[in-house]
């Protein structure tokens, strides 16, 4: 109780400026507040994914569309809000009426979780809010607020496993990045999520105090994933083997491999695919006769129909259907035969990444990575 009274005066004290009527006791700190000592690190998680999940368009549309007609709203809205503003847990704020809510995964709500347990579905965390700063540096010196050595947050996978890793009702695991990564080959290794996710980078852990930082690198907390084209082509290869061209058509070989992504590719959501097409380059610069092969995993309802949006992919979902993702270090092989124009000018196999999340947005594709044969040259060429 102590800690939490010192935690909430620090803040009733930086909120002293506007004459309103003061706030109501927050149990969470604001980013912005952090910001003023911990500025390169609150520059890096205000571009990630984590600071928009309580207010990204498309999260809004898909929870009104869950909301919508459910025989419970409020449970619904709970359902959804602990993950993408998990400061409600605390605050029981599940419309989103403080600002702190709307931050999304915030710095002191990961800074001031103490334990996580899978088990305890829907809420799997022991939360302890207040002036202790747990992270991974074991002689942190800050005179502003207590700070605690914790493994949880160095090397444990399970503080991102509690909100990345998802059983519903059903008994479908709609989220399983966690236990995909578990069954592979990078557990031994000791690489966790943070080590790929979360890299040290050059920064100072505080500036413009009067204490020094003690460390001359940062965990990089800008946490990107699939929404980065170029984190996924660091994971990812893509290869073309062999090419056979006779009169009328082309023989092509192509290989996807799953080179360094640490779960299934593509990870998270159902709504996201990889899509390898390959097709015939004219000399207009068409891409002619596009085949291709696409990479998913399917959720179907009761009655076996596969699920497209994210709501009923949470609430519906009652099998998993066609999994062809592919898993880590696998190599997938393809191959196409593709009809040949006379003015063809290239063979060109592209690997892209599809998310379908926003129905509103419809698909949004983008490249990943492109191999490409010209006419009448050997050997291999072209950007990977
Ligand atoms: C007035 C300055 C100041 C503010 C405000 C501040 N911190 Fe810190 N914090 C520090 C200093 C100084 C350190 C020690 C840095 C070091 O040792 O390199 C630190 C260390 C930390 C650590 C590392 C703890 C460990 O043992 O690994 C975490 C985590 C942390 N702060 C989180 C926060 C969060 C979350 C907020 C906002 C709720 C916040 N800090 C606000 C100054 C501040
Ligand atoms: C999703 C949870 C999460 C969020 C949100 C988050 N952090 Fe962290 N933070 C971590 C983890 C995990 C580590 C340790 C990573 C490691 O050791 O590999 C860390 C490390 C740190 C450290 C120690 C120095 C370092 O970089 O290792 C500080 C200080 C810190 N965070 C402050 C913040 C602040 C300030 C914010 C908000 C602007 C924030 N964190 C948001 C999870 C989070
Ligand atoms: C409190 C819940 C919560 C915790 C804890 C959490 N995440 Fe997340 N994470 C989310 C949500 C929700 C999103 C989706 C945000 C969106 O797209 O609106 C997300 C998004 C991401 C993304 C971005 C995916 C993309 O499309 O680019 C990555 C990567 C990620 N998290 C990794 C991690 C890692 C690693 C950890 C542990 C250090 C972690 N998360 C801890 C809830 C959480
Ligand atoms: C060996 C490195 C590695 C490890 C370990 C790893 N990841 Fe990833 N992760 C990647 C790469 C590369 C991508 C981009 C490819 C993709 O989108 O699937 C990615 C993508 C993601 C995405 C975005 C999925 C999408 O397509 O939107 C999330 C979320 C994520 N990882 C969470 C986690 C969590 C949680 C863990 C720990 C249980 C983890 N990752 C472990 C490398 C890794
Ligand atoms: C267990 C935590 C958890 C719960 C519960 C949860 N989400 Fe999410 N949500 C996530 C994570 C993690 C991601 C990012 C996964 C990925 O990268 O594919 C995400 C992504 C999304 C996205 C895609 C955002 C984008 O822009 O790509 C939407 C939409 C969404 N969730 C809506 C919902 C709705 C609606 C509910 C309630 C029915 C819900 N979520 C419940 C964790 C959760």
Not at 57 to 62: C, E, L
Not at 112 to 141: C, I, M, N
Not at 210 to 229: A, F
Not at 270 to 288: D, H, M, P, R, Y
């Amino acid at each position: 109780m102590a800690r939490i009274a010192v935690a909430v005066s620090l803040i009733l004290v930086a909120a002293v400026a506007s004459d309103a009527a003061p706030p109501a006791p927050e149990p969470y700190a604001s980013a912005a507040t952090c910001a003023t000592c911990h500025q390169t690190i609150h520059q890096y998680w205000s571009e990630s994914e984590h600071s928009r999940s309580a207010v990204k368009p498309a999260y809004a549309y898909a929870l009104a569309a869950a909301v919508a007609g459910a025989s419970d709203p409020q449970a619904v809205r709970r359902g959804c809000v602990w993950c993408h503003a998990p400061t409600a847990l605390v605050t029981g704020d599940y419309d989103l009426r403080r600002p702190v809510t709307r931050e999304g995964v915030s710095c002191d709500f990961c800074h001031t979780v103490a334990d996580v347990d899978l088990a305890r579905s829907g809420h799997p965390f022991d939360l302890d809010p207040g002036d202790v700063k747990r992270g991974p540096l074991e002689y942190a010196q800050s005179p502003f607020h207590r700070t605690a050595y914790s493994p949880l947050h160095k090397t444990s996978p399970l503080l991102c496993a509690a909100c990345h890793e998802h059983t519903n009702a059903n008994g479908v695991a709609v989220l399983s990045t966690y236990s995909e990564w578990s069954a592979g080959p990078y557990p031994p290794r000791g690489q966790t999520c943070q080590e790929c996710h979360m890299p040290l980078v050059p920064g100072e852990t505080v500036q413009g105090q009067t204490v020094e930082s003690t460390q001359r690198r940062i965990n990089l907390h800008r946490l990107v994933g699939g929404s980065n084209p170029s984190r996924v082509r660091a994971g990812v290869l893509l290869r073309m083997d062999s090419l056979t061209v006779s009169a009328a058509s082309a023989d092509v070989q192509v290989a996807v491999v799953n080179a360094a992504v640490g779960h299934a590719v593509p990870g998270g959501l159902s709504s996201k695919s990889l899509v390898l097409a390959v097709g015939v380059e004219t000399a207009a610069g068409q891409l002619l006769h596009r085949r291709e092969r696409v990479y998913r995993r399917e959720l179907k309802d009761a009655e076996g129909r596969t699920l497209v949006t994210v709501p009923d992919m949470f609430l519906r979902a009652a099998a998993v259907g066609a999994d062809t993702r592919i898993r880590q270090k696998e190599t997938r092989s393809e191959r196409f035969t593709v009809p040949l124009p006379a003015d063809w000018k290239a063979i060109v196999a592209r690997l892209e990444y599809r998310d379908e999340s926003d129905p509103r947005a419809g698909a949004k594709t983008t490249l990943v990575t492109e191999e490409r044969r010209e006419r009448g040259a050997t050997g291999p060429s072209g950007p990977r």
